[in-house]
């Protein structure tokens, strides 16, 4: 069996996505089963630290009254309000100190699923001489999607951790690990 630890290595990197309190059980904008993507990327950020692998953490962070938000005319309820508690990171994961904070839908006019969008993420990636990821996080089917497709496009080697993951719905899960597919993702299982 391979290691995650025989798996990434330089050149990598590993990218988390929102994995904050308020998309799992008991948060605002809660994801079947969410909670279970931390012990699984806990491993993950192990082997990164042991092989001196970057680490890369998006946080969705909205302002009060978001344009996101349903009271908008958005799609979802109030989620991840700045300095909120349910926009912390989920107290399990064991983010290091050395891990880099991407912060997303902070815009007014605009939402940002992609970790991509408008951060500067893939030239960042570029400098640092980073030309895989490996990626987990939440949601399956909103902004794990869209920063998959995103770093498709952008050039990089991109694998879905399937069981880092989890949708908001078995069908958008199904529909949306069809189009990471077709832009060229892989999918990996860890162990
Ligand atoms: C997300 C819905 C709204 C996500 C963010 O992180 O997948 N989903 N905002
Ligand atoms: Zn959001």
Same mark, same amino acid.
């Given at each position: &069996?391979?290691?995650?630890?025989? @798996? ?20 605002? @904008? ?17 082997? =990164?630290? %042991? ?15 978001? &344009? ?11 989620? #991840? ?26 815009? +007014?006019?605009? $939402?940002?699923?992609?970790? +991509?969008? $408008?951060?500067?993420? %893939? ?19 909103? #902004?794990?999607? %869209?920063?998959?497709?995103?770093? #498709? ?10 069981? =880092? ?10 529909? =949306? ?7 060229? =993702? ?6």
């Amino acid at each position: &069996m391979t290691t995650i630890e025989e @798996l990434i290595k330089r050149g990598d990197a590993l990218i988390i996505v929102d994995v904050q309190k308020d998309f799992c059980p008991g948060g605002a @904008l809660p994801i079947p089963d969410g909670e279970t993507v931390v012990p699984v990327l806990n491993k993950w950020i192990d082997a =990164a630290v %042991a092989r001196n692998v970057p680490i890369y953490a998006s946080r969705d962070w909205h302002p009060v009254g978001h &344009m996101s938000f349903k009271e908008r005319g958005g799609l979802w309820p109030p989620h #991840c309000i700045q300095d909120s508690d349910g926009a912390r990171f989920h107290p399990d994961l064991n983010l290091p100190g050395g891990s880099i904070k991407i912060t997303n839908g902070v815009r +007014f006019d605009k $939402d940002q699923y992609s970790a +991509f969008d $408008d951060t500067g993420l %893939a030239e960042e990636l570029r400098r640092e001489g980073i030309h895989r990821l490996w990626v987990g996080g939440l949601a399956e089917d909103v #902004c794990v999607l %869209a920063t998959i497709l995103d770093g #498709c496009r952008e050039g990089f080697e991109v694998t879905l951790i399937t069981d =880092a993951t989890r949708p908001i719905t078995p069908e958008g899960g199904e529909s =949306a690990r069809k189009k990471m597919q077709d832009a060229g =993702a892989r999918v990996i299982q860890t162990g």
